[in-house]
């Protein structure tokens, strides 16, 4: 990794795993300027999951797009972008450990959200089937 000051190489002063999420905590130190500071450090998903579209087509998974929808779903409430996105990582993680490098239809991946959705919140589970007809 490079110093994002000055470009010179760096080291890792703490690393730490972050279970819930997947990610890895890097706090970095510059050798050359002594600039601190930190990264995290996720698996790129478009490139570990496909989609495949009712129409056959396979396309890479964005977190992205599962995050709005979720968002979407929980307008109704004052924390939704908290919540969508613990929610995108739990959907996320259960479609990992049932369907890993494999292609992932629309349909699981709607009926994974709902049912994610349907625990959290039933007010936006109901509003997310309405607009993906899980």
């Known amino acids: 990794m490079v110093c994002i000051y000055c470009g010179n190489s760096t080291y890792v002063t703490n690393s730490r795993e972050q279970r819930r999420h997947g990610h890895v905590w890097r706090r970095r130190a510059c050798k050359h300027c002594g600039a601190i500071f930190t990264t995290v450090e996720s698996a790129d998903l478009s490139l570990s999951l496909s989609i495949t579209r009712p129409d056959g087509s396979i396309e890479p998974f964005s977190r992205d ?51 994610t959705l349907q625990r959290f919140d039933r007010v936006a589970a109901i509003s997310y089937a309405a607009y993906h007809k899980a």
């Open 65 to 115: 797009t599962l995050f709005m929808s979720l968002v979407q779903a929980l307008g109704h409430r004052s924390d939704a972008i908290d919540a969508a996105s613990a929610l995108a990582a739990t959907v996320i993680a259960h479609l990992l450990k049932t369907r890993p490098g494999a292609s992932i239809e629309v349909a699981a991946i709607r009926s994974v959200a709902y049912n």
